[in-house]
């Protein structure tokens, strides 16, 4: 069977939270389990490899590579447990949230202990393996974000966002002050599907996965950017919080031009081709930042997985041949990185590499930019990068590291999934091969290096003086430029300015001329010169990097400036895109807006992009054009500036008791039946998840809507004109007790009238329809597919 007619064929998911909705628990004790469903073993238990805890040694036998790559160990437990995030101090030292609580059974019991551990681990003689181990902290309930940040570090735990200063003196690290920072950081949810990360963008934000939330530290006297409010100051400086897109569930990372990558988790890494904020100049308005799939779902193991949570399900795993008892799609795709290292191979540069835990394995992808989109290619066609027959091996992040590798974090866990959707299934296959055993003293971390090359050594960045920090804004090794630029803003080393400037006049990357630039944003140091130089480069990313710090430029170099964007507008896409972005900067800029989209109208993002960049002009704008486009999609997003289009609604023209299902639907969608994890908190869908509700097909037949509601859908299908191909399944709320017909009418309602849906005008859905069609569709145990209507 190809694996295209199995995932046709799939009927769940193993990580989806949001579409494995939690329900009660049944009578077999499990929050993942549905009624009707046969919990049989498709693969005889006989049949099924052992999975005995492995010594570093073993497990090392049991991983396969692609010919050239080796993989070495860093450090393993006693010196780490359960690493789920790290980060690299300007020493090089390693900073590991430990979650040594996550599910010590197949019933958690114990989880929510304050036992998480910040562990610092440090290879002190140099000989690229850990030898000495300092914990931090040791009284985190599930610890999951780590950063660090001038005076300190921030860490997360199950709710909040903290920041602890750290103290050094004489090697000895100790805690200082230690205070939240944001209570709210990973409020409510479950431990799955929470925001984490903190990324260091390029841009001096902070981002995060799963959370439409950034951060910036600021000076104590620095004004606020304009959106963002503080909400806590220290010795060191505030710190504020803004809105941005909302992205991914697991891990973040940057490509050399501030571009964020994420993953949901039945999907490998995403790209988006704009920079954040790109699309949020205008105050007024708020389009999505789409995220491009990078590659197709498909995985490659080289050990059965049957220890899945819908395992027994048809279509999860290959059916027969050589193949059989192997996962067909990505199910826990977990936190992916874009390789910017300089220990590999030229041509690996740049690629896309994501861990999927559950088929215990590494995938990678080649990244490839198109007009106005990121695509993506196997680099191993029908093979993986690295996979383990070792069943405990759960790589769940990946990080660009000091000595020019990629560091793996192994969880090396027996249990993936977590309690709040595990099934008597997954419960029994657990018990079956004793994964329950040693779960919570377990941990790897390993270096993946080109055979052929050295790592190199750690650098102490800490140590450099900042004369020897403007040097390494150019380094080969992303990780020696990103901590260079960081310690340069922390240090507010704005004399250095002048060295920054007369380096980028010999740099002959574009890599090291991008990241100076932001260096120089950062310190807010732009000046004319260097934006009218770099923006006359021949390397679009030169070109656009500079437009993009030329809007911090002074009122007095505006008139310049404007010059400038408008040459750059003239000198094809996708510089057009970034003149359109920047001119949001000044004011009575509307000649750059027009000249982009009349050239570029037919492009990707020309509208988001000219529209965002209007700002304050949008009036202007509007007289320019004499109140009038020739394109619909361009009048429409004019005429309704100000009105966020994600939260259009047609409540107000339902009936009484149609208004007063919809109120009860926004909060079952967004509350306890989690459909804003797959499909998103505005109806627009989650890339690899769930589909869009915008002009869907799928929400106007009253009947179809029910049935699927109470069944679940399985894909691929068709939503308008976008084509939905994921291993994510939305399995239905029949067998779901405390989800009744009410429940289900309200949250059609909320549905059908909502993000341009305009269904029960004067009207409502009721319940007594989906009582209906449920009597009609009693006895379905399985899924609807698109077949089937």
């Known amino acids: 069977m190809s694996h295209l007619k199995l995932l046709v064929t799939a009927l769940s998911v193993v990580l989806c939270g949001a579409m494995s909705v939690a329900a009660e628990e049944s009578d077999a004790g499990f929050k993942g389990d549905r009624d009707g469903h046969e919990m049989r073993d498709v693969i005889p238990k006989h049949e099924i490899p052992e999975a005995p805890v492995l010594s570093v040694e073993q497990a090392l036998k049991s991983f396969n590579l692609q010919p050239g790559f080796v993989v070495e160990p860093v450090v393993s437990e006693p010196n780490v447990f359960n690493p789920?995030?790290?980060?690299?101090?300007?020493?090089?030292?390693?900073?590991?949230?430990?979650?040594?609580?996550?599910?010590?059974?197949?019933?958690?019991?114990?989880?929510?202990?304050?036992?998480?551990?910040?562990?610092?681990?440090?290879?002190?003689?140099?000989?690229?393996?850990?030898?000495?181990?300092?914990?931090?902290?040791?009284?985190?309930?599930?610890?999951?974000?780590?950063?660090?940040?001038?005076?300190?570090?921030?860490?997360?735990?199950?709710?909040?966002?903290?920041?602890?200063?750290?103290?050094?003196?004489?090697?000895?690290?100790?805690?200082?002050?230690?205070?939240?920072?944001?209570?709210?950081?990973?409020?409510?949810?479950?431990?799955?599907?929470?925001?984490?990360?903190?990324?260091?963008?390029?841009?001096?934000?902070?981002?995060?996965?799963?959370?439409?939330?950034?951060?910036?530290?600021?000076?104590?006297?620095?004004?606020?950017?304009?959106?963002?409010?503080?909400?806590?100051?220290?010795?060191?400086?505030?710190?504020?919080?803004?809105?941005?897109?909302?992205?991914?569930?697991?891990?973040?990372?940057?490509?050399?031009?501030?571009?964020?990558?994420?993953?949901?988790?039945?999907?490998?890494?995403?790209?988006?081709?704009?920079?954040?904020?790109?699309?949020?100049?205008?105050?007024?308005?708020?389009?999505?930042?789409?995220?491009?799939?990078?590659?197709?779902?498909?995985?490659?193991?080289?050990?059965?997985?049957?220890?899945?949570?819908?395992?027994?399900?048809?279509?999860?795993?290959?059916?027969?041949?050589?193949?059989?008892?192997?996962?067909?799609?990505?199910?826990?795709?977990?936190?992916?990185?874009?390789?910017?290292?300089?220990?590999?191979?030229?041509?690996?540069?740049?690629?896309?590499?994501?861990?999927?835990?559950?088929?215990?394995?590494?995938?990678?992808?080649?990244?490839?930019?198109?007009?106005?989109?990121?695509?993506?290619?196997?680099?191993?066609?029908?093979?993986?990068?690295?996979?383990?027959?070792?069943?405990?091996?759960?790589?769940?992040?990946?990080?660009?590291?000091?000595?020019?590798?990629?560091?793996?974090?192994?969880?090396?866990?027996?249990?993936?999934?977590?309690?709040?959707?595990?099934?008597?299934?997954?419960?029994?296959?657990?018990?079956?091969?004793?994964?329950?055993?040693?779960?919570?003293?377990?941990?790897?971390?390993?270096?993946?290096?080109?055979?052929?090359?050295?790592?190199?050594?750690?650098?102490?960045?800490?140590?450099?003086?900042?004369?020897?920090?403007?040097?390494?804004?150019?380094?080969?090794?992303?990780?020696?430029?990103?901590?260079?630029?960081?310690?340069?803003?922390?240090?507010?080393?704005?004399?250095?300015?002048?060295?920054?400037?007369?380096?980028?006049e010999q740099l002959p990357d574009p890599v090291g001329i991008v990241n100076s630039l932001w260096a120089l944003y950062g310190l807010g140091e732009i000046d004319l010169a260097t934006v009218k130089t770099f923006m006359a480069s021949e390397n679009d990313q030169v070109a656009m990097a500079a437009a993009a710090v030329g809007e911090a430029l002074p009122e007095k170099d505006h008139k310049a400036y404007h010059t400038l964007l408008l040459s750059l507008a003239q000198s094809g896409y996708p510089r057009a895109l970034q003149a359109a972005v920047s001119v949001s900067a000044i004011k009575g800029g509307t000649d750059v807006s027009k000249q982009v989209l009349d050239a570029y109208l037919d492009k990707p993002y020309t509208r988001e992009a000219v529209i965002s960049g209007l700002g304050d002009d949008a009036d202007a704008f509007i007289a320019r054009i004499e109140g009038d486009y020739p394109d619909a999609q361009v009048m429409y997003a004019l005429n309704n500036l100000g009105k966020k289009r994600q939260d259009a609604s047609n409540r107000e023209q339902l009936s009484t008791s149609g208004k007063a299902l919809y109120d009860e639907g926004k909060k079952l969608y967004n509350g306890r039946t989690a459909c804003a994890g797959c499909h998103g908190a505005h109806g627009n869908g989650v890339p690899g998840l769930g589909p869009t509700f915008w002009n869907s097909q799928w929400v106007s037949n009253k009947e179809t809507l029910a049935k699927v509601l109470l069944h679940g859908l399985s894909g691929p299908i068709w939503v308008d004109v976008h084509y939905w191909n994921t291993q994510a399944v939305m399995p239905g709320f029949?067998?779901?007790?405390?989800?009744?017909?009410?429940?289900?009418?309200?949250?059609?309602?909320?549905?059908?009238?909502?993000?341009?849906?305009?269904?029960?005008?004067?009207?409502?859905?009721?319940?007594?329809?989906?009582?209906?069609?449920r009597a009609k569709t009693e006895g379905r145990a399985t899924p609807y597919k698109a077949a089937d209507f």
């Open 84 to 504: 789920v995030a790290m980060s690299f101090d300007a020493k090089g030292r390693m900073w590991v949230a430990e979650m040594t609580t996550y599910m010590p059974d197949v019933r958690g019991e114990g989880e929510m202990k304050p036992e998480g551990n910040i562990a610092v681990l440090e290879d002190t003689d140099g000989d690229g393996a850990v030898d000495k181990r300092r914990i931090f902290l040791s009284d985190i309930i599930l610890p999951r974000t780590i950063s660090l940040v001038e005076g300190g570090i921030f860490y997360a735990d199950q709710t909040s966002l903290y920041f602890t200063e750290v103290l050094e003196k004489d090697g000895v690290l100790t805690p200082g002050i230690r205070e939240v920072v944001d209570p709210n950081y990973a409020e409510g949810g479950n431990v799955e599907h929470k925001p984490n990360t903190m990324l260091y963008g390029i841009d001096n934000w902070y981002y995060n996965a799963r959370s439409n939330k950034r951060y910036q530290t600021l000076p104590l006297t620095a004004e606020l950017p304009e959106g963002s409010e503080e909400i806590y100051r220290n010795q060191y400086w505030k710190l504020v919080r803004a809105e941005t897109d909302y992205r991914g569930q697991w891990g973040l990372s940057m490509d050399d031009y501030g571009r964020l990558y994420h993953n949901g988790n039945s999907s490998p890494i995403h790209g988006e081709y704009l920079r954040p904020g790109s699309l949020r100049k205008n105050p007024g308005y708020w389009p999505e930042m789409p995220a491009h799939s990078i590659g197709d779902i498909y995985v490659y193991p080289s050990r059965m997985n049957p220890g899945i949570n819908r395992g027994y399900m048809e279509g999860m795993l290959v059916a027969d041949g050589p193949d059989r008892g192997k996962l067909v799609g990505f199910t826990a795709a977990s936190g992916s990185l874009v390789y910017r290292g300089s220990n590999f191979p030229k041509k690996f540069y740049g690629m896309g590499l994501t861990p999927e835990p559950a088929a215990n394995l590494i995938s990678a992808r080649f990244i490839n930019e198109g007009e106005g989109e990121l695509t993506g290619k196997p680099v191993y066609p029908k093979q993986e990068l690295f996979t383990s027959q070792d069943e405990r091996f759960r790589p769940v992040n990946l990080y660009n590291a000091p000595d020019g590798t990629v560091y793996i974090l192994d969880m090396y866990h027996g249990i993936l999934q977590h309690k709040e959707f595990l099934t008597s299934y997954l419960a029994a296959q657990i018990d079956d091969r004793e994964l329950d055993k040693n779960n919570n003293t377990m941990g790897r971390i390993y270096r993946l290096r080109w055979q052929a090359n050295e790592a190199a050594k750690v650098a102490n960045l800490a140590a450099a003086n900042n004369a020897e920090l403007v040097a390494l804004l150019g380094h080969a090794n992303a990780w020696q430029r990103d901590t260079a630029r960081r310690l340069l803003i922390e240090r507010n080393a704005m004399a250095s300015a002048a060295s920054i400037r007369k380096q980028l």
């Open 734 to 773: 029949a067998a779901r007790a405390d989800i009744s017909d009410k429940d289900l009418a309200a949250i059609a309602t909320y549905i059908r009238n909502s993000w341009g849906n305009t269904l029960d005008s004067d009207s409502a859905y009721t319940e007594a329809e989906v009582a209906k069609v």
